[in-house]
Structure formats: structure tokens, C-alpha cells
């Protein structure tokens, strides 16, 4: 497993946030075992011989996920969340509570999931109870239980010698930099062709990686490992000691693969079509049409509402239509509810958007913080030119300037854009070409992870973005 997947789902934060949620699971449990022995003994006088709570019955189950998607929305998986604070106490009592309300609202469709007014009643104290003294206990004993792994690096270039900076900046300590060999002081090779790779106490790297004992080895991506070293770093490998390069592994810290960092060698090496199997981007496609169909019957009803809006707030048509490039830079029509001035860069000049644009309307500030200037794109969806998952769609003339400035830039045409995506929910608005740049650099992260595991991934963040306002 790579780097970068194994960041995304088993690294060191991501072991943490397992660990949590089993304890939610076993709290959610027995605390829903505990309402029922309690409506049991208590409500219907039975005596407590004779209550048998196993097995649960199903709506048990429909609980528990509930309650879980909820605190998951919710960020109660964020690690940096301190429970000791009122304001994140808050949030977790509002999660439970949401978890109840759905746990109810998908019992009263499916009978046979419910566990009774009594139970969902009892078990919402209980729950929030266990699982606020459960996240205490795992921030002041648990967190930071784990040593940090021991990170050598061999780079090239000061990107990749940042790698240090962003491990100090990481809040758990995951890793920690032991030492560096720079490769550009060491250009000058031998008599036999090798590089001469010594640090600044005269080790070479075998004995800086015996000495410190090293958990990872981060080489420059564009260098390349330096040839004396290949085979032994084969044995270091399967002698358990993780061996990346450094634009996956700066993507593991950041999210971002920095231009600097790589090279046509480690696209050929890292990059393929993104859902590269044609049974994956048919089954990718059948998701999107479900959930356009989904999105369209829960929002049209609003729709005659928000154009009202719109249009009461300022002048102009409430839905406004634009030439954008999709896959492989065909030209598509996009449709969104205005949120700008009418006759606007939007409908106009190619200017870029900014995060506090004096041409947004008082209405389509809020169209923006809650996605929902985004619903008319559902068409697009169903028509194909869209999927719910990708990068963002953008001007021809946009594409042509940025094309000229960055390097690989026609990489980003390579899927179908989408709705959401992994730089909306992780960078700001790209208001400069220097922005979209770094812009650039989250959707190579993207297109490097691209799996239907990481759109659901993408589409749950987006929802807690548009429950805590962070819209774009």
C-alpha cells in the first residue's frame, strides 16, 4: 500500500479515529442495552431474571449507525476536537441528538427497526453520557499513546527539506525528522559514479538509519534514491522500515502533491486514469445518477422558493447558464442559482471569484456557504457531464492562461469534473494564478486517490461543510 492511501485510511491519526470510534460502537451498544433492560424492568415490570436482551433486535442496529453517521458529520472524529471545551461539548450533544431524531425518522418508515419510544428516549441521555466521558478519558490517556515514527530524509530541493516543517507542525506527533542528507550539496559523484551521501556528524546514510533507528526513509522524487543505495534499500523495506518518495509523502502530510516535487517519471510511476477499471467508472455512474435523482426529488419542491429569492434580492434571472470545460476539455453548459449581480464576471469577463466578492448578493452568500447554489449542476449530473465526485469545471480561457504557468496542468481534465471535490473541501478560494497553483497541487492529490471509497469519502466532508457553513 502506498503513502498516501495509507494515510488516508491506516495511518497513524486514522488507528486513533478506529480506536474511537470502537468505543463509540461499544458505548452506542450497551447504552441501547441498557434502555432496553430499563424499559423492561422499570416501564413494563418484568422481573430482571427474566429480561433477555440478546440478541438486540434489529432497530438496535439502525440506532447505532444512525448515532455514528451523525457523529461522524458532526466532526466528532476530529482528533483535534477537545472535548474538555463547551462549544465541541455542544456539538456532541447536537450530534446525539440528530442520531436519535434519524434513528426515529427511519423507524417510523421501516417497522421493523423500531425499539419504542421508551428506548430511543432512554438510550439518548445514556449514549451522550458514555460518549462524552469516553472521549475525556481518550484525549487526556489516550491520544498520544502511540511513539512517533522516525523519519530520515534524502531530498533535493528546500519543497521537499519542508518536509520537516510540516511534521513539526502535526498536532499529534506522528513522526519526527531524525536527520537529513541533502542531495544537492552532494552533486559532485565519486570515481566509481555514486554520490556521496554523508550527514553533518560524518555518518553515512547506513549508519544514520542503524543508528537512530529509522522508521521511514523519504528520498527525493525528482533525484530519484541515489543508485548505491537501491538494493539496500530493498532490504530496509522488508526489514519493515517504510521507504517513499517525497512528493507521496509530503501528499501524506498535506494533502497536496507540490509541483516542485515531481517529474514526468513519478507521473508515469504514480498517476493512472482515475476509477481506472471500466466496471468501476459504470458502477461510479450508476451512483451519481442515484443520488442526482435523490438530491432533484428532496430539492425541487424548494426550487420555485429560492428563485423567489433570488430575484427579490436583487435584479436579473435566478439561474444563470456558462460554457465550461469537462473530461478531456470538452466544452459543457453548467446551470447554478445566481449568487452574483446580474451582468457580473459570472455571466461575463473571466475575473476570479474571491472569498469575500463584493459582486456576491446578501442571498448568494448564503447560496454559497450552503452548496445550494450548486442543485441546477443535478441535471448536468444526469446528463453525464458532471459526476457528483471531481474537479471542479472552469473557464476555456482560464484553462489557457493556467496551462501556460503550470506545469501538467491538462492532468486535471483527465476525469469528469464534478460537484465536490477534494480542493473545495480542503483549500480556499483560488482568487490569483499563484493560488490556483496551489490549487493545482490538491487536485493532483485527488487524481492520485481516486476510488470510490474516497468519493464517499468526499461527499460525507461535504456535508459536514455545508452543517458547519464552510461553503465555498
Known amino acids: 500500500m502506498s503513502l498516501h492511501r495509507e494515510s488516508l485510511w491506516t495511518g497513524p491519526e486514522r488507528r486513533r479515529q478506529l480506536a474511537l470510534l470502537l468505543g463509540d460502537v461499544l458505548i452506542i451498544i450497551l447504552s441501547t442495552i441498557l ?16 429480561v433477555q436482551l440478546w440478541p438486540l433486535p434489529s432497530g438496535a442496529f439502525s440506532l447505532l449507525i444512525a448515532f455514528l453517521f451523525a457523529l461522524y458529520v458532526f466532526d466528532q472524529y476530529n482528533l483535534a476536537r477537545d472535548i474538555a471545551q463547551r462549544s465541541n461539548t455542544a456539538v456532541l450533544f447536537l450530534s446525539t441528538f440528530v442520531g436519535m431524531a434519524l434513528a426515529a425518522f427511519i423507524s417510523f418508515f421501516l417497522r421493523g427497526l423500531q425499539l419504542g419510544r421508551i428506548v430511543v428516549l432512554v438510550q439518548w441521555p445514556l449514549a451522550f453520557i458514555g460518549l462524552y466521558l469516553w472521549r475525556r478519558a481518550f484525549h487526556a490517556y489516550l491520544l ?56 553533518d556528524r560524518g555518518r553515512t ?52 502533491v507540490p509541483i516542485e516535487t515531481i517529474d514526468a517519471r513519478w507521473i508515469l510511476t504514480y498517476l493512472s486514469q482515475p476509477y481506472g477499471s471500466p466496471v468501476v467508472r459504470q458502477l461510479k455512474r450508476v451512483i451519481d445518477i442515484f443520488l442526482a435523482l435523490l438530491g432533484l426529488i428532496l430539492s425541487l419542491p424548494f426550487w420555485p422558493l429560492l428563485m423567489l429569492i433570488i430575484k427579490l434580492d436583487s435584479p436579473g434571472p435566478a439561474i444563470f447558464r456558462q460554457e465550461r470545460l469537462g473530461m478531456r476539455q ?42 445550494l447554489d450548486e442543485l441546477p449542476q443535478l441535471w448536468n449530473v444526469l446528463k453525464g457531464e458532471l459526476s457528483m465526485v471531481g474537479l471542479r469545471p472552469i473557464r476555456k480561457v482560464n484553462a489557457d492562461r493556467l496551462a501556460q504557468k503550470i506545469p501538467f496542468y491538462h492532468l486535471r481534465f483527465s476525469m469528469k469534473p464534478g460537484l465536490t471535490g477534494w480542493p473545495q473541501i480542503r483549500y480556499r478560494y483560488a482568487d490569483d494564478d499563484i493560488s490556483h497553483l496551489h490549487k493545482f497541487e490538491y487536485e493532483l492529490y485527488h487524481i492520485q486517490n481516486a476510488s470510490l471509497a474516497f468519493d464517499l469519502y468526499l461527499i460525507v466532508k461535504t456535508l459536514q461543510m455545508i452543517v458547519f457553513g464552510r461553503g465555498q
Not at 171 to 189: C, H, N, Q, W
Not at 348 to 369: F, I, N, S
Open 35 to 50: 434502555a432496553v433492560f430499563i424499559r423492561l424492568t422499570v416501564f413494563e415490570s418484568i422481573p430482571w431474571q427474566k
Open 144 to 199: 498520544r499513546f502511540t511513539r512517533p515514527k522516525r523519519v530520515l530524509l534524502v531530498v533535493d530541493n528546500p519543497v521537499e527539506q519542508g518536509i520537516e516543517a510540516e511534521i513539526s507542525d502535526r498536532p499529534l506527533g506522528d513522526y519526527e525528522v531524525i536527520g537529513a542528507f541533502t542531495i544537492t550539496s552532494m552533486r559532485d559523484k565519486q570515481d566509481d559514479g555514486n554520490w556521496e551521501l554523508l550527514d
Open 205 to 256: 546514510l547506513e549508519q544514520a538509519v542503524r543508528e537512530e533507528e529509522v522508521n521511514v526513509l523519504v528520498f527525493s522524487a525528482r533525484a530519484g534514491f541515489p543508485p548505491q543505495y537501491l538494493e539496500q534499500a530493498i532490504d530496509w523495506k522488508f526489514d519493515g522500515i517504510g521507504v517513499y518518495d517525497a512528493a507521496n509523502f509530503y501528499g501524506a502530510m498535506t494533502g497536496r
Open 330 to 371: 470538452r466544452p459543457i453548459i453548467i446551470a447554478k442559482f445566481r449568487s452574483m449581480h446580474h451582468k457580473y464576471e459570472e455571466e461575463g469577463e473571466a475575473a476570479y471569484a474571491q472569498a469575500e466578492d463584493p459582486r456576491v448578493t446578501r442571498v448568494g452568500k448564503w447560496l454559497r456557504k450552503t452548496r
